[in-house]
C-alpha cells in the first residue's frame, strides 16, 4: 500500500521521511489559509528531492496550478476544492502530471457525480469534509466507501493515526481498490512539522498487517 505524507515544508525534516521512512508521496500545501502553506520561496531547495510530489490545491486556477508544477516539479495535482469534472478535463490537456480529485466526505457519497471524473483522473481522495477543507484530524465514516463502484485506485484520508492500521487493512481485504494513505496531523510536531519516529512505527505496522 502506498503511502503520502502531506503538509510538508521544512528540508531536513523531508530529508529524514526519504531517509528513513520511504514514504511514496510527499504533499506540499498550496492553500495560503492552510497552517500548512508552502511558500513560493522553498521552491528551489525543494525542486530536486528524491520522493514524488503532489501539490494540494483548493479552488486554484489553471493558470496558478500549472506554474506551481513546473516550479516545484510536481508529479501530481490533488484537487481539494469544489473542482468541476470540466476543470479536471481541462487541465489534464495541459499536464502530465498526475491528476487526484479529492472528495470530501461528509454523509453518503453520490457515486454517479464522480463519474464524470473517471477519464481524467489517476485516483480519488476520499477524505473528512470541513470548512477548512483538509487536515482535520477526524475520520469520517467509511463504511460508506463498501459500495464504491469503480475500478480507479483511490486513497483514504482523514485523521489517520497508527491506531487506525487494523482497520486500514481489513478495509483494504475488503475493497482492494485502496491504494494507499494520506497521513497528515496526527504525525504532527508542529504544522508543517513531522514526527519520523512515529511514521516509521505507523509503517512499519503496516507492513505487517499486508503480511497477514
Ligand atoms: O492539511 C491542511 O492544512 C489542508 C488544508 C486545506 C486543504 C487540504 C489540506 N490538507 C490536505 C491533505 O491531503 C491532508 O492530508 C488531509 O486533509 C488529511 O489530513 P488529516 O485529517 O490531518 O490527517
Redesign the pocket.
Known amino acids: 500500500m502506498e503511502i503520502?505524507v502531506?503538509?510538508m515544508r521544512e528540508l531536513g525534516n523531508i530529508q529524514s521521511l526519504i531517509a528513513e521512512v520511504k514514504a511514496d508521496w510527499m504533499?506540499l500545501?498550496f492553500?495560503p489559509?492552510?497552517?500548512?502553506?508552502v511558500s513560493e520561496d522553498r521552491a528551489t531547495e525543494l525542486k530536486g528531492i528524491a520522493v514524488k510530489k503532489v501539490g494540494?490545491f483548493?479552488n486554484e486556477t489553471e493558470v496558478e496550478i500549472l506554474r506551481k508544477v513546473g516550479l516545484f516539479q510536481l508529479s501530481a495535482i490533488?484537487l481539494?476544492g469544489n473542482e468541476s469534472a470540466e476543470f479536471v478535463k481541462k487541465l489534464s490537456e495541459q499536464t502530465t502530471s498526475e491528476l487526484w480529485k479529492?472528495i470530501s466526505v461528509s454523509e453518503k457519497i453520490d457515486w454517479k457525480s464522480l463519474a464524470a471524473y473517471l477519464p481524467y483522473v489517476s485516483k480519488f481522495?476520499f477524505?473528512?469534509a470541513t470548512k477548512?477543507?483538509?487536515?482535520?484530524?477526524?475520520k469520517f465514516d467509511w463504511s460508506v466507501l463498501e459500495t464504491y463502484p469503480f475500478d480507479k485506485g483511490f486513497l483514504l484520508?482523514?485523521?489517520?493515526d497508527e491506531e487506525s492500521v487494523e482497520e486500514i487493512a481489513a478495509l483494504q481485504r475488503q475493497i482492494p481498490q485502496l491504494e494507499g494513505v494520506?497521513?497528515?496531523?496526527?504525525f504532527e510536531d508542529a504544522?508543517g512539522l513531522k514526527n519520523i519516529e512515529k511514521l516509521k512505527k505507523f509503517k512499519q505496522k503496516l507492513l505487517s498487517q499486508e503480511a497477514i
Open positions: 503520502k502531506c503538509g504533499g500545501i492553500y489559509k492552510s497552517p500548512r502553506y494540494v483548493v490533488q481539494h479529492v481522495l477524505d473528512t477548512a477543507h483538509g487536515g482535520s484530524g477526524r484520508s482523514g485523521g489517520l494520506d497521513l497528515n496531523s496526527k504544522p
